[in-house]
């Protein structure tokens, strides 16, 4: 240890680096130099960006699951009317292994005790947001939205966010989304309300978790709002379905965190009508993407994936959707999840389970499951285990 403690400090920080951060507390814990430079932002930044590589490796995959449970379920996490169970999962797919299992190690995460205080108010259907390491949940169903709650499982610390709201005898909350400021280093969330009244308005306010306050934001969108959660957050945008009320069309909501601005982009005419039938907006090969359910069988459904290509021609704003390929006919499957890998989709399947679906060869392996029987949904995104700490946060012990 005296050796390892006198190592030269350029040294100590890239082993330091590919520690996981729960080990990282630990370390920090040994000397005051070692505290130092753990907790040192450039640090931060550093080991979250080498985490963020890593998880793109296609050989070992880690993701975050929110299993929403409402049968009977052995050892679930209980947080009102309904279960749910948190999971971190990573997957070792060093051969691509033929077999019909994904080779992986599933760890459960245990929400804290809810505060007697937000008991009342706390999220009962929970729906999940990601953004570097951190995760936020909201209440599906919730007209108000009164409590949010951000997390970072890794370091163990959560943070209870009791949102403003509008008088609700004229709007009622839409929308939720979280993010990254890149230019201010702030994470922040932003939450729409949408008038009930025949005036069609729309507002938005944000979170700022720098100055830990909220703050109304200017939005122009034409109708009213009707957003589709959960979201999903890519390079400082937020992404929702927008499926807009009293005629006013489907359509894909922004909000860019940076500018605090608001963009709708239209969906290809061939989706319009299929708007009813169109799945969770993700990630693939760096671009956002979505997915048509195209053709819906007694005991198989046939999936469209469509691919978004920004600033078109250099002409910033300019973008356009483009179908990649069809995915099926594929039995019992009721809808795809996300990307782990470029040719791999993880998949919820009829019974509330998980496979991973290869587009190339066409093949599915299953995700071992913890072991249930229920009806519900799932979230799953990639989970790069980060430092990124929750400075204000109200820190409870999750483990």
Not at 5 to 22: S, T
Request: positive net charge; proline residues 5%.
């Amino acid at each position: 240890m005296k050796s390892f403690c006198h190592l030269p400090e350029e040294i100590a920080e890239e082993i330091f680096l590919r520690l996981p951060p729960k080990s990282l507390q630990c370390c920090q814990r040994v000397c005051k130099l070692w505290f130092s430079m753990i907790n040192d932002p450039k640090f931060i930044d550093k080991q979250l960006d080498l985490s963020i590589a890593r998880n793109k490796h296609p050989s070992s995959t880690t993701f975050f699951i929110l299993w929403d449970k409402r049968g009977r379920v052995l050892n679930e996490t209980f947080t009102g009317q309904v279960k749910h169970v948190l999971s971190v999962v990573t997957i070792h797919d060093k051969d691509e292994s033929d077999g019909d299992q994904l080779p992986c190690v599933i760890e459960k995460i245990n929400f804290p005790s809810v505060p007697e205080t937000e008991k009342e108010d706390f999220p009962v259907n929970l729906s999940l947001s990601h953004c570097n390491g951190l995760f936020f949940f909201h209440d599906t169903f919730s007209y108000t939205g009164p409590v949010f709650v951000l997390c970072n499982p890794e370091l163990g610390e959560f943070k209870l966010l009791r949102t403003p709201c509008f008088p609700r005898s004229k709007f009622i909350f839409v929308g939720v989304g979280f993010g990254y400021d890149r230019k201010a280093n702030d994470y922040k969330c932003v939450k729409l309300f949408s008038s009930i009244t025949r005036e069609m308005v729309n507002r938005a306010m944000v979170y700022s978790l720098a100055s830990d306050s909220w703050r109304e934001v200017k939005i122009d969108l034409n109708g009213r709002s009707s957003c589709v959660s959960p979201g999903m957050y890519h390079r400082g945008v937020f992404y929702w379905w927008n499926t807009g009320r009293q005629g006013s069309g489907a359509m894909v909501l922004t909000f860019d965190f940076s500018k605090e601005e608001f963009r709708t982009i239209p969906l290809p005419k061939h989706a319009e009508k299929w708007s009813g039938k169109i799945w969770k907006l993700t990630v693939w090969n760096e671009s956002v993407v979505f997915f048509i359910t195209a053709e819906n069988l007694r005991h198989s459904k046939s999936f469209e994936m469509w691919v978004m290509v920004e600033n078109f021609g250099g002409v910033e704003g300019f973008t356009y959707w483009t179908k990649h390929l069809t995915i099926g006919p594929l039995v019992n499957i009721r809808c795809p999840l996300a990307f782990w890998k470029e040719d791999e989709l993880l998949m919820q399947t009829r019974d509330v389970q998980i496979v991973s679906y290869n587009l190339r060869t066409q093949k599915s392996r299953k995700l071992p499951s913890p072991g249930s029987e229920w009806k519900g949904t799932i979230d799953v995104c990639l989970y790069p285990k980060s430092l990124v700490s929750l400075k204000r946060a109200t820190t409870l012990n999750c483990r």
